[in-house]
């Protein structure tokens, strides 16, 4: 959020995204499986970007192309 914003719109944010997370962790414990589904996708996010930024570090930009 800019650093200018209101304060009533930055508590709206904190309690927004507070309601959203609250009601996501009830889903989760309610619907077992969609829970671990989605803890599942989230650590294999992270884990995709960690190789990848592990072995993207050291690349250079320069594309490759048979028609060079």
């Not at 969609?34 to 690349?59: K, Q, V, Y």
């Amino acid at each position: 959020m800019p650093s200018n914003s209101s304060n009533g719109l930055n508590w709206t944010a904190l309690i927004v995204s507070l309601l959203v997370g609250v009601s996501g962790s009830v889903l989760a414990f309610r619907i077992e499986k969609a829970g671990i589904f989605a803890l599942g996708a989230l650590a294999g996010t992270f884990l995709g970007m960690i190789i990848f930024n592990t072995f993207h570090f050291g690349s250079t930009q320069k594309v490759i192309s048979p028609f060079n």
